[in-house]
């Protein structure tokens, strides 16, 4: 069977699946019924052979399994799964769902960018309509009011006309279409922090919301509401953990309880799912604070500058303000991004609440906590009580185990199974409990895992891998806990039905190697040819020559102190010769210097001369 026949096939179950819902009155998703047609076939329980293909009575088997668990609207395992199903299909990272609503933004202004970079003008009234169509694109753009509103629109105007003339727009049209596109962008971030500068001067601003004062007030709460629903959360997954503690101890006398085990457990497993999530969702806004600080703090530091600099002056540099208008632009559009994160997080928080319908069923308001009585043990009571029994390394010398005082950054190892402890999984048939760092945690082929206890940890360190296939078969008799044990990766062979390449098998081994191929655009930048380019330099000289018209002009030539070493000539010379010759040697010896001195020879007052001689000279033996 070709790829293009099995993906038919693939399709046709997963459609076959969706109808027969819709037809007894519930509408799911195709990613829904494809989830549910992997968590199936995992299931040894359903007996299917994933190393043949399906015959058309397991196609129906299929079917029917996959249509009664849909349709099963009581189960809280449904439930998780559908959670888990919408918070992948709508959850991704900070950096993505901000990329996202510059993309949807980017998407609404293309029309009127269009517009504009295309507009023919012919009359004086085009080029008054061309220039408000560039008003409207600075306000859309920036988001600071409506482009209906008469007062924004006139101080949008008035703020372009101070950077943007209308006698400018002969020049604007003379662009190519991409340099329109960027002086747009220009125009109206400095269009966007001009009208911020003015409504922080108490000199327009209308239509201008408040934003930081409106996040400081919606973050707080909406950090409090995540706190408020995880607090509820865990408060009520530690009473079913308590209650199953309860009923899987041997040695401990429960009445009957009248809802079964099974269900218990998937309430557990279906309020700690919606734990994990909101965990992630709460880290998010707490981000979200922390980058609104840091936008409020630059935001208000740029300000203060520009105040410096335009301060008591009738006219400032573009050079100088400029700059600061667009850094506000900035700084505004990231606080403008941060809202919609906001938004987008705490939509996504109230639409989890749907799914716990299932499991808040299952017992009366109080009645589980009245059966427990005070005998629930939280997170950190627990953890108090195994902190005080550690591993010690040497017990087993054949694992490595990591402890807090000796490990660098032992709170940030990314632990096995979401924290959870491995051991009493599969010993407490299904029971989630958190493990606790503090006691040691094992290293095994490059994974960390954490236990409950030490006697636990020891356990599940003298056969490791046998305990882990354990987990991995507890995780595909309950498909929600592959998402919440974070065990994609042992799952990895599993093929989503969408992507299935190989007949009608539904597990396909990992591809290692595939054909790729990329294809870039052939004209990356826009067709700009100027016809007045020439390549050849004597070209050039030529019609420079021309352009200077010297046929009319006498010419000459001279040589200076600093072009006459520029002239090419040449030199021939013979190379000395190293020659030596011998002689003898000449000597010589020091005397001493004769030193006779004269007195008297000039005369005096007497006509006869008396002369005196001194001789100091040195005697040669001394």
Request: aromatic share 6%; with cysteine; hydrophobic share 35%.
């Amino acid at each position: 069977m070709s790829r293009a026949q099995a993906e038919s096939v693939i399709k046709n179950i997963i459609r076959e699946i969706a109808q027969e819902c819709a037809g007894k009155g519930h509408t799911v998703s195709e990613t829904l019924v494809a989830f549910m047609v992997k968590a199936v076939v995992l299931d040894p329980r359903n007996l299917f052979n994933v190393d043949r293909t399906l015959t058309k009575q397991d196609v129906r088997k299929l079917v029917e399994l996959c249509v009664d668990k849909l349709m099963d609207q009581g189960s809280p395992s449904l439930d998780t799964i559908k959670m888990q199903v919408y918070f992948d299909m709508n959850y991704t990272s900070r950096r993505e769902f901000i990329e996202e609503h510059q993309r949807v933004l980017q998407s609404r202004l293309v029309p009127v960018s269009r517009e504009i970079t295309d507009s023919r003008v012919k009359t004086r009234e085009d080029l008054e309509g061309l220039y408000r169509k560039i008003v409207s694109y600075v306000l859309l753009r920036s988001g600071l009011g409506s482009s209906t509103d008469i007062t924004t629109v006139r101080e949008a105007t008035a703020a372009l006309q101070s950077v943007f003339p209308q006698s400018e727009l002969g020049t604007f049209l003379s662009l190519i279409k991409k340099d329109k596109e960027q002086q747009l962008n220009d125009l109206s971030m400095i269009v966007t922090g001009i009208r911020l500068f003015n409504k922080d001067s108490r000199k327009g601003g209308e239509g201008i919301d408040d934003l930081p004062a409106i996040l400081n007030e919606a973050i707080p709460s909406t950090s409090k509401d995540i706190e408020w629903e995880l607090e509820l959360s865990q408060s009520l997954a530690w009473q079913y953990t308590s209650w199953l503690e309860r009923l899987l101890d041997p040695e401990v006398e429960t009445r009957e309880c009248i809802v079964p085990l099974d269900m218990v457990k998937q309430a557990l497993y279906n309020v700690r799912q919606h734990e994990a999530f909101l965990k992630v969702i709460l880290a998010d806004v707490i981000l979200c604070a922390k980058q609104v600080e840091t936008l409020q703090t630059e935001l208000a530091t740029r300000m203060k500058l520009l105040r410096v600099t335009v301060h008591s002056k009738t006219a400032v540099p573009t050079a100088q303000v400029f700059p600061h208008f667009t850094a506000l632009a900035k700084f505004w559009s990231g606080l403008q991004d941060e809202m919609v994160l906001l938004s987008i997080l705490s939509n996504i928080m109230e639409n989890l609440q749907p799914f716990l319908a299932a499991q808040s069923q299952l017992f009366p308001d109080g009645q589980l906590e009245d059966i427990l009585g005070l005998e629930i043990k939280k997170y950190e009571q627990r953890m108090k009580e195994s902190s005080e029994n550690r591993i010690d390394p040497y017990e087993i010398k054949t694992q490595e185990w990591l402890l807090p005082e000796t490990t660098a950054n032992f709170d940030k190892l990314p632990l096995q199974y979401n924290g959870i402890c491995g051991y009493t999984l599969v010993k407490k048939d299904g029971l989630l409990l958190p493990g606790n760092p503090s006691i040691g945690v094992l290293k095994h082929r490059e994974k960390y895992y954490v236990f409950s206890s030490k006697e636990a940890a020891l356990r599940f360190g003298s056969k490791p891998d046998e305990y882990i296939a354990h987990v991995a078969e507890k995780a595909k008799q309950s498909p929600e806990l592959i998402q919440l044990l974070q065990l994609h990766q042992q799952f990895a062979c599993v093929t989503p039905y969408p992507e299935m390449q190989s007949g009608e098998r539904l597990l396909v081994k990992p591809i290692t190697k595939c054909d790729s191929s990329t294809q870039t655009e052939t004209h990356l930048l826009e067709t700009n040819i100027v016809k007045s380019y020439e390549w050849n330099e004597w070209e050039l000289r030529r019609k420079a020559i021309k352009l200077a018209n010297l046929r009319s002009k006498v010419t000459h030539s001279m040589q200076t102190n600093l072009s006459h070493m520029r002239r090419d000539n040449v030199t021939q010379t013979y190379h000395l010769e190293d020659v030596a010759c011998q002689s003898k040697m000449d000597g010589n010896s020091n005397v001493p210097k004769p030193q006779v001195y004269l007195a008297g020879l000039r005369g005096g007052k007497t006509k006869t001369t008396h002369m005196i001689k001194t001789n100091l000279t040195r005697s040669v033996s001394e």
